[in-house]
């Protein structure tokens, strides 16, 4: 592969990884990471400690599709929980590929001619 | 006509295993790896099994009599619906079963169609027959546990089928529900058959690998985080729900069916209880009976390698070399300048020339290809290209 190829390969890795990474905490906090969702140790320490914790509250409706999905095929709660499976699901197909296109060229046979002693 | 079934999808099979290297090299191909495929999804049900079992309460309890509800059914609604990513383990779990019996069929069948199922193969064949009817049996009582309707009608009509059995029925059935009908202790049972059987599948595995020195037990990274992968988007596509809790004083007739573990019932329902064991207990020793001696007879008969007694140096990288442990060492003869003699264990020696090749002292060969002649081969082929 050209250098130019692979330098797009790799930026559009880091941005797959980027977006991956902001996914599964996105997901994992009920697909809106509103306060409320927020774990309870970071809760405490935002009350009593007076830090900010952002709340992305308006980034529920990105998940409404989602939820409609898991409403229908028969889930009743904890929504986040299947949307964090998926993003990772996904992540790990994304890190196979990166995995198999590194190992590829360590993977390719080598003919070797057998020479008796 | 046996024999040219598995010939022409061989050919199938190895233009399928080319085409798939040349996109991801025979280091990623899983089809180097179908014995270990199914391993792997073995540890992923232990671990996730593993974290079911500690919120998991296999009691009936009366529930539908109480006010607090704490049974089977409940527990697994907790898991499902209350503990954080307890829908996600359990659908690990229900998947990587799904998930390994396919993986299993396409294990058997790719050793079939490739002719590694006999002759010196036999043992991993039968036992890997046997395993295959475990895990299918160990799935169904999987879906005995979570108590819902659907468990209700299996166990009902397994207890029954068991009964129907001539001499040994009654015992089974008795067993089966450990005692004369469901209570709490039934489903105790079943979570020790659940757990149990699978541990014991460990012991099977040991049996299925006896025979082969190196045995591929572990794909590699890539395929692992693929395995897993087609897992945790199932996960999120069909979601793992139960259905209404089993009630002991109803008679709930129709579920949804799991057709990689649960066709068994579909047969059930459909025949005859006495020509469902016939088909079941024939269809199983029929598996085993096909790396039998006459149905391959003129098929490929394989010549074991001979050992040039007074080549032979008793130095051992033919033994160890071996896949199939065909080769021993045993003490050489009074008189030998060494100390060991390879002998070579016709009946597990598949003829494959691996020893040949770990021979420096060109004292082991194959009776029908010598090896100067593969020698003769190789170079003519070398100076053709």
Redesign the interface.
């Known amino acids: 592969m050209g250098k130019g190829l692979n330098s797009i390969l790799a930026i559009a890795g880091g941005l797959l990884c980027i977006v991956i990474t902001l996914a599964l905490p996105w997901a994992e906090l009920g697909m809106d990471a509103s306060f409320q969702n927020w774990p309870e140790w970071l809760k405490w320490l935002s009350i009593n400690l007076n830090i900010p914790l952002p709340d992305y509250s308006n980034l529920a409706n990105y998940a409404s599709e989602w939820t409609e999905h898991l409403k229908k095929a028969g889930a009743e709660s904890r929504f986040g929980d299947y949307a964090y499976a998926l993003v990772m699901g996904l992540a790990m197909i994304a890190s196979a590929v990166g995995i198999a296109a590194i190992g590829r060229e360590d993977g390719e046979e080598k003919t070797v001619l057998p020479v008796k002693k | 006509m046996y024999s040219s079934i598995p010939k022409g999808m061989t050919d199938l099979t190895l233009a399928i295993e080319k085409a798939t ?1 040349a996109v ?5 191909n899983p089809f180097y790896y179908h014995g270990a495929l199914p391993q792997f999804y073995l540890w992923v049900l232990f671990l996730s099994g593993l974290l079911l079992f500690a919120y998991y309460i296999p009691t009936i309890d009366n529930a539908y009599f109480s006010e607090n509800l704490v049974n089977a059914w409940t527990s697994v609604d907790y898991i ?3 503990l ?5 383990v359990r ?1 690990i779990h229900r998947y990587a079963g799904d998930a390994m019996v396919i993986t299993i069929v396409l294990h058997a069948l790719r050793v079939w169609i490739t002719d590694r199922y006999r002759q010196y193969r036999w043992t991993q064949w039968v036992t890997g027959i046997v395993l295959l009817l475990m895990v299918l049996f160990i799935g169904q009582t999987g879906y005995y546990l979570v108590w819902d309707e659907r468990s209700l009608v299996l166990t009902r009509m397994t207890s029954s089928a068991l009964e129907a059995l001539p001499f040994v029925g009654p015992g089974l059935k008795a067993w089966f529900l450990n005692g004369a009908a469901i209570t709490n202790l039934t489903l105790s049972n079943f979570l020790f058959i659940h757990i149990g059987l699978s541990f014991s599948l460990l012991f099977g595995l040991w049996l299925h690998y006896v025979r082969m020195t190196r045995p591929v037990i572990t794909p ?4 692992n ?2 395995l ?6 199932f ?5 793992i ?1 139960s259905g209404k809790m089993a009630d002991i004083n109803a008679q709930p007739t129709s579920f949804e069916i799991d057709w990689f573990f649960l066709w068994p019932y579909w047969l059930l329902a459909h025949m005859d209880t006495t020509m469902y064991w016939v088909l079941m207990i024939g269809g199983s020793v029929a598996l085993c009976l096909v790396p039998f001696p006459s149905l391959y007879k003129a098929a490929h008969p394989v010549e074991a390698a001979e050992v040039v007694l007074n080549k032979c140096t008793g130095c051992s990288f033919c033994s160890k070399d071996c896949p199939y442990q065909a080769i021993e060492m045993v003490p050489a003869p009074a008189g030998s300048r060494f100390k060991l003699l390879a002998t070579v264990k016709a009946y597990r020696c598949s003829g494959c020339g691996v020893c040949v ?1 770990a021979c ?1 002292f ?1 004292a082991i060969d194959l009776p029908n290809l010598l ?1 100067t002649d593969v ?1 003769a081969k ?1 170079k003519a082929l ?1 100076e053709t290209k």
């Open positions: 290297n991801l090299t025979n280091k990623y499902t619906d209350t954080p990513f307890g829908a996600v659908g590699p990274p890539a395929i985080y693929i897993v992968a087609v897992l945790l988007v996960v999120f596509l069909l979601p729900t090749g420096a060109d090896d020698t190789i070398a």
